[in-house]
């Protein structure tokens, strides 16, 4: 006997926004990016010589930073906006996180289109974002090129895990 179930298609999309230059960003955004790119320049990658800086926006005005960790051990290092994001986490655990400014450049060629987090660092901000309950604002920018704006971390990681999956 044949199932007569029809499954349906979803489609799951979101909106960004799209700058052409660093300049178009607000000047609070212009501020917030170039505290990330002085963080990007302490970066320890002396094996991907790909640099990442990240500065995070508190709700209170503060302003925590976090650059790349390699280690020789792979994968035992921490990308920047897990830096960025626990150290916030740690040193101001009750306070909203606003906007996450996300810049990278590499050693070996120039970085011209935005680079997104990482799957672990989606769940991590996500994880954030969750137990604030208000979205976090990420800004995403290479060295040159678009700087691009999700207005949530779940824009760019649809059917996120939380924790009402432990229960």
């Known amino acids: 006997m044949l199932n007569c179930n029809m499954a349906k298609q979803v489609n799951i999309s979101f909106d960004i926004t799209v700058y052409d230059s660093f300049e178009e960003l607000s000047q609070a955004d212009q501020m917030l990016m170039q505290i990330a790119i002085k963080a990007r320049q302490k970066a320890y990658a002396p094996y991907s010589k790909f640099q990442v800086g990240a500065a995070v926006l508190l709700e209170n005005g503060e302003v925590v930073i976090g650059s790349n960790q390699e280690n020789a051990s792979y994968p035992s290092g921490l990308c920047a906006e897990r830096v960025a994001i626990f150290h916030a986490g740690a040193?101001?655990?009750?306070?909203?996180?606003?906007?996450?400014?996300?810049?990278?450049?590499?050693?070996?060629?120039?970085v011209t289109t935005p680079a997104a987090p990482c799957g672990n660092c989606r769940q991590a901000i996500f994880e954030y974002e969750f137990k604030q309950g208000l979205p976090i604002r990420i800004l995403l920018m290479g060295e040159s090129g678009n700087v691009v704006q999700c207005n949530s971390l779940e824009d760019i990681l649809p059917l996120g895990f939380n924790n009402t999956f432990l229960k």
């Not at 655990?93 to 050693?107: L, Q, R």
């Open 91 to 110: 040193k101001y655990p009750d306070v909203t996180i606003s906007v996450i400014a996300i810049t990278a450049t590499s050693k070996k060629y120039e």
